[in-house]
């Protein structure tokens, strides 16, 4: 089984249904993954904003809090993290929160999963070469 840095973007099709909910749970069940422990308040805060939004009911959103709660991905601490991430927010002019996720993945030497095609064009662009980064659909396909 191998091992995947995945970010919010992929573990919110877990528990929401979208067009790729099925390749995003496919890697969930079948890899090791693994990502910073802010994937926990990024996807709680996902969740509140569907429920505000009427896309989740308030049932749904807390049902999907406890769910993420029981996931096998093994969360990791930020802070030894923060240089790494701080240094290519800037270096990519992009959130430092998604570079956590970045950060993680250069680190550990896996692959960065995410739903966030722009990100992926933005790093393969600059000639990241830090860390193989998939868009979820890509490593669908690869059946990794």
Request: proline residues 2%; contains cysteine; charged residues 25%.
């Given at each position: 089984?191998?091992?995947?840095?995945?970010?919010?973007?992929?573990?919110?099709?877990?528990?929401?249904g979208?067009?790729?909910?099925?390749?995003?749970?496919?890697?969930?069940?079948?890899?090791?993954?693994?990502?910073?422990?802010?994937?926990?308040?990024?996807?709680v805060?996902?969740?509140?904003?569907?429920?505000?939004?009427?896309?989740?009911?308030?049932?749904?959103?807390?049902?999907?809090?406890?769910?993420?709660?029981?996931?096998?991905?093994?969360?990791?601490?930020?802070?030894?993290?923060?240089?790494?991430?701080?240094?290519?927010?800037?270096?990519?002019?992009?959130?430092?929160?998604?570079?956590f996720?970045?950060?993680?993945?250069?680190?550990?030497?896996?692959?960065?999963?995410?739903?966030?095609?722009?990100?992926?064009?933005?790093?393969?662009?600059?000639?990241?070469?830090?860390?193989?980064?998939?868009?979820?659909?890509?490593?669908?396909?690869?059946?990794?």
């Amino acid at each position: 089984m191998s091992r995947l840095v995945v970010d919010s973007s992929v573990a919110i099709k877990w528990f929401v249904g979208e067009d790729d909910s099925e390749d995003a749970l496919k890697l969930r069940d079948r890899h090791q993954l693994v990502a910073p422990d802010l994937l926990v308040a990024e996807c709680v805060n996902a969740f509140w904003k569907l429920a505000r939004r009427g896309e989740l009911t308030a049932e749904e959103a807390v049902l999907a809090c406890q769910s993420l709660a029981l996931t096998e991905v093994v969360l990791e601490g930020m802070t030894d993290l923060s240089v790494q991430a701080g240094t290519m927010a800037i270096a990519f002019d992009h959130p430092a929160y998604d570079c956590f996720f970045l950060a993680l993945s250069a680190a550990e030497r896996l692959p960065y999963v995410t739903s966030d095609v722009s990100f992926v064009r933005k790093l393969r662009a600059a000639n990241f070469r830090e860390a193989e980064v998939l868009t979820l659909a890509e490593a669908a396909a690869l059946s990794l």
